[in-house]
T-cell receptor, first 115, second 114 residues
Framework: AQSVTQLGSHVSVSEGALVLLRCNYS??????LFWYVQYPNQGLQLLLK??????LVKGINGFEAEFKKSETSFHLTKPSAHMSDAAEYFC?????????????FGKGTLLTVNP | GAGVSQSPSNKVTEKGKDVELRCDPI?????LYWYRQSLGQGLEFLIY????????KSGLPSDRFSAERTGGSVSTLTIQRTQQEDSAVYLC????????????FGPGTRLTVL
């Protein structure tokens, strides 16, 4: 079975500071990993994904994440936070094989950015 | 092109009534997913369609929940005899149906059961 743990339901940073949102997963097969962002009253938007290949993945809005198999982690980072980054962030995992492509999500991390 | 659309955006109903939620996926996407987002449970998978068939219904919480998809396009999620615990945001997503591809999410339907 797959599961995702996001450490910290709420992270607060100052504008310009480093953003680090933590995600650990468990999966019995090589995983496909995703980070989604959700702005208030909107659906989910894909930030980035890891499927195969390069373990450092760059996404939209200056975010990136690194897949570390040995640590079963896929932490999301951004060097300098902007006010517009305030949102809820979800890490998700999916089987890389088979016909069942459902996503298993973490509980989410609410990011607030202080001026 | 158009993204995933869902209707209605908001639905308020009385306990015991039936509701239908609609999802229009991105044209050409063969895979369609329903998820539920609630305060207590986070984001939960409900059901997955590949074409018109549903190989995975494992997330449907009870037999009051059902879904269908016709013409490989529009999907309807039906909740019969609604309960207060059904109150949540119901999200629909679609994808090309290939391993590793992105799921595109709609804006959701906020269901409130009084």
């Amino acid at each position: 079975a797959q599961s995702v743990t996001q450490l910290g339901s709420h992270v607060s940073v100052s504008e310009g500071a480093l953003v680090l949102l933590r995600c650990n997963y468990s999966s019995s097969v090589p995983p496909y990993l995703f980070w989604y962002v959700q702005y208030p009253n909107q659906g989910l938007q894909l930030l980035l994904k890891y499927t195969t290949g390069a373990t450092l993945v760059k996404g939209i809005n200056g975010f990136e994440a690194e897949f570390k198999k040995s640590e079963t982690s896929f932490h999301l980072t951004k060097p300098s936070a902007h006010m517009s980054d305030a949102a809820e962030y979800f890490c998700a995992v999916r089987h890389g094989r088979g016909s069942n492509y459902k996503l298993t999500f973490g509980k989410g991390t609410l990011l607030t950015v202080n001026p | 092109g158009a993204g995933v659309s869902q209707s209605p955006s908001n639905k308020v109903t009385e306990k015991g009534k039936d509701v239908e939620l609609r999802c229009d996926p991105i044209s050409g996407h063969t895979a369609l997913y329903w998820y539920r987002q609630s305060l207590g449970q986070g984001l939960e998978f409900l059901i997955y369609f590949q074409g018109n068939s549903a190989p995975d219904k494992s997330g449907l919480p009870s037999d009051r929940f059902s879904a269908e998809r016709t013409g490989g396009s529009v999907s309807t999620l039906t909740i019969q005899r609604t309960q207060q615990e059904d109150s949540a945001v119901y999200l629909c997503a679609s994808s090309l149906g290939l391993a590793g591809d992105e799921q595109f999410f709609g804006p959701g339907t906020r269901l409130t059961v009084l």
